[in-house]
């Protein structure tokens, strides 16, 4: 058996998320169902860094699965974008070691959100950009909130009650907030994610933005480890997973 790890893009608009839920359509259902067809096996499954919610997009998700088929890493991108639905595709592939996870053996991850401030929101990006109407953040403000997110805090605030993870302690190694052209676009990067927790931050900057709140807010929203402190999740369509980093 050989372990692959594969890099896979996909447009999140029509999938319930990531992960594999009964009788929904998911990336890694339609993932594993041609895994599957490739080697005539049910047994085949791939494991992927994370899962991303409804509606979210990736240009940089990882996933690896074992296989017995000797095929060289441009085969396997060329077979499983074959049997792959065209909102998904496989965009690089190599082998590794045993030892490498997909998700454990991640070091870090990169997200990007975008806002759009067009006057007019184009119908060929309502599902890729959250179009601000009236709304016109003010960038210095989304900027100073921003550097409250840096270094390691307990993140309890700014994730979904749902999160199972038992430690909600996490690095923010970078968060910047740039205009390129009719866009805002907040890239954060890290050593993990809770869930939610990217979307709940573009929200809170969002806010801060347009004076809903101060960027000082911030630092006492992370402190008071209440989630019920903090404002609406951003929406989801204007997130993408960037990259996922490992070590070596």
């Not at 060289?72 to 639905?85: I, Q, T």
């Not at 496989?90 to 590794?96: A, G, I, K, N, P």
């Not at 997200?111 to 179009?131: A, C, D, G, L, T």
Request: glycine share 6%; hydrophobic share 40%; proline share 3%.
């Amino acid at each position: 058996m050989k372990r692959v790890k594969a890099t896979v893009a996909y447009d999140g608009t029509d999938f319930a998320g990531y992960q594999s839920q009964p009788n929904m359509r998911t990336v890694q259902s339609v993932i594993d169902k041609a895994l599957v067809k490739l080697h005539k096996d049910k047994s085949i499954y791939s494991v992927a860094s994370g899962r991303t919610d409804a509606g979210v997009h990736a240009f940089g998700q990882v996933i690896h699965f074992d296989t017995p088929l000797n095929l060289f890493p441009d085969r396997w991108r060329m077979a499983l974008n074959v049997l792959l639905p065209k909102d998904v595709r496989v965009v690089d592939v190599e082998f590794v070691d045993d030892e490498f996870h997909a998700r454990y053996s991640a070091t870090g991850k990169t997200y990007m959100y975008k806002w759009s401030r067009s006057e007019i929101q184009s119908p060929f990006e309502r599902n890729y950009v959250v179009h601000l109407g009236k709304w016109r953040p003010d960038i210095e403000r989304m900027r100073e909130a921003a550097t409250y997110f840096i270094g390691t805090h307990d993140f309890t605030s700014f994730c979904s009650s749902k999160t199972a993870t038992s430690s909600k302690v996490r690095t923010v190694r970078e968060l910047t907030v740039v205009e390129q052209g009719e866009e805002l676009i907040m890239t954060i990067e890290g050593d993990g994610f809770l869930y939610n927790m990217v979307r709940t931050i573009a929200g809170m900057l969002f806010a801060v933005g347009i004076g809903w709140n101060e960027p000082s807010d911030m630092k006492e929203m992370i402190e008071a480890k209440d989630r019920k402190k903090v404002g609406k999740t951003a929406p989801a369509h204007g997130l993408y997973l960037m990259n996922v980093t490992y070590e070596g």
